[in-house]
């Protein structure tokens, strides 16, 4: 993909923070295709509406990425921010974990730190993906159109989900990102320049997967400097994110609440 890697994730996709009513139906569908019914992850009979929803919704950021000829959302990740609605907050990988890492960060109020967040629920629709590409003929002129193979198109929604992961980021201040991963995607991240580094002993969950943490702005240092291509495309979504993603002097909306529009890259 090289050095025109975001013109051709701009090409084929759209970059969307789910802020409307029909967005997050759609995150929470790709949800369910991906951890339900492609992985098995969770139980469809659990939801049979076919949108897979957890608890920490509620105060999480949800980013989709959208094919833009067919509109179908096949990529989706949710950013956890704390719950500051409760003083007995934690995030999923402490629960899965069995010990508390950020409870040490309280202040003398019994707050959490701002600027933390977990990573949560990235999913790539290998099947959804596969049915867009599936009608490669152009009708309207008997041509084959072009597209990217399936591994570079999974690696291209999956960059766009990380660009936004960044956007959102600085949008809301989190400079500390935290996840569950496999010892794979680990070192996979880690050739793209998203290092994260191991903070506890790796639990049964999915698969043996281990507790991971990062800095935000370290992480966006280290791609500048060993993937430049990936860096532009972090920061053509990550400006776009931060230009339309304020809603002018109004404090951004409480979690549960819509704010008036959709941002959309």
Request: a neutral charge; glycine letters at 8%.
């Amino acid at each position: 993909m090289g050095y025109q890697l975001h013109h051709c994730f701009d090409e084929h996709f759209a970059a969307e923070v789910a802020l409307s009513p029909c967005q997050l139906e759609d995150v929470f569908r790709l949800r369910y295709q991906v951890y339900c019914l492609e992985k098995g992850f969770e139980d469809a009979a659990h939801f049979p509406d076919g949108c897979e929803r957890d608890r920490y919704d509620g105060h999480s950021v949800q980013m989709l990425v959208r094919h833009r000829s067919t509109g179908l959302a096949v990529g989706g990740v949710r950013l956890i921010l704390p719950d500051r609605s409760t003083h007995s907050w934690s995030f999923p990988f402490e629960d899965l974990c069995g010990y508390t890492v950020l409870g040490r960060r309280l202040d003398g109020a019994g707050n959490p730190p701002h600027d933390v967040a977990e990573v949560s629920r990235f999913a790539v629709s290998r099947n959804l993906l596969a049915s867009v590409w599936k009608p490669a003929m152009d009708h309207s002129n008997g041509a084959v159109r072009a597209k990217p193979d399936e591994r570079c198109s999974s690696q291209l929604v999956a960059l766009g989900l990380v660009a936004l992961l960044f956007g959102v980021s600085a949008e809301y201040r989190v400079n500390v990102w935290y996840a569950m991963m496999e010892a794979a995607l680990a070192r996979h991240l880690a050739r793209l320049g998203i290092d994260f580094r191991q903070i506890g002993p790796a639990v049964e969950h999915r698969g043996r997967r281990q507790p991971m943490m990062a800095r935000v702005d370290e992480l966006l240092a280290g791609v500048e400097k060993t993937n430049a291509p990936f860096h532009r495309l972090i920061v053509e979504v990550r400006n776009a994110t931060m230009v339309h993603g304020r809603w002018g002097d109004n404090p951004k909306p409480a979690f549960g609440a819509l704010p008036p529009k959709a941002l959309v890259v």
